[in-house]
């Protein structure tokens, strides 16, 4: 939901960080698979702001390449951590949300997203959002995993989580939403993240891996 002071958007409640990220994902496990000369090959020079928004800001780097040569990089930094919501019912059905997405400019059937900002848990973020975009509160949660969207392009983390034990509610999206809902079979939802139906990559993300997750 908005903040009195600032307008309504996808990634939520706005936050100004800039180089800290909150409620970050702890440092993978070393399992041999990163060389041991795996430092950052990269050097900063200089960054400035190319353009700036509640949102999120786009820096431009001056750089020194791996390779030693000078460069350019374009980071996409956004205010808020992204947050999405795999809801299943006692009937194992997914809740879906449906929107038209503007920058694709084409509808979109998704799990329940938002933003998630510094001063809330990703937990409190995810339940914020649920009820805000469906009306349903959960009794059960568990996160599902963390994941780098787009990592040669943005710093933006995802949490996802399963939320179960619904009860029903009213909802009171943001005015950037006009959104719909729809129940469907677990399987038919993640039939859908491999024809096509659904594109969104934090929900293709939180779906198959909970049906990663049922097989073990």
Do not use: K
């Not at 800039?18 to 000369?37: H, L």
């Not at 090959?41 to 001056?62: F, I, K, M, S």
């Not at 809801?87 to 997203?113: C, F, K, M, N, T």
């Amino acid at each position: 939901m908005a903040s009195d002071d600032c307008p309504a958007a996808y990634h939520g409640p706005v936050s100004r960080l800039r180089d800290e990220r909150p409620d970050v994902a702890a440092d993978p496990v070393d399992d041999g698979a990163v060389p041991d000369t795996a430092d950052n090959p990269w050097q900063r020079l200089t960054r400035r702001v190319a353009y700036e928004n509640p949102w999120l800001t786009v820096w431009h780097d001056e750089v020194i390449q791996p390779d030693g040569a000078p460069g350019i990089y374009g980071v996409v930094h956004f205010a808020n951590r992204a947050i999405g919501v795999l809801a299943v019912d006692d009937a194992d059905r997914v809740l879906l949300v449906g929107q038209h997405r503007y920058p694709l400019d084409a509808y979109s059937w998704e799990i329940p997203e938002g933003g998630g900002g510094p001063n809330e848990s990703s937990l409190d973020a995810a339940r914020r959002e649920l009820v805000e975009e469906t009306g349903f509160v959960a009794r059960t949660w568990r996160e599902l995993g963390r994941a780098a969207l787009s990592n040669s392009v943005t710093d933006e983390l995802a949490i996802f989580f399963v939320a179960t034990d619904l009860d029903a509610g009213a909802a009171s999206p943001e005015g950037t939403e006009e959104l719909q809902t729809r129940w469907v079979s677990f399987d038919e939802a993640l039939a859908m993240t491999f024809d096509g139906r659904i594109s969104d990559a934090l929900s293709i993300l939180a779906i198959q891996r909970e049906a990663l997750d049922r097989r073990t």
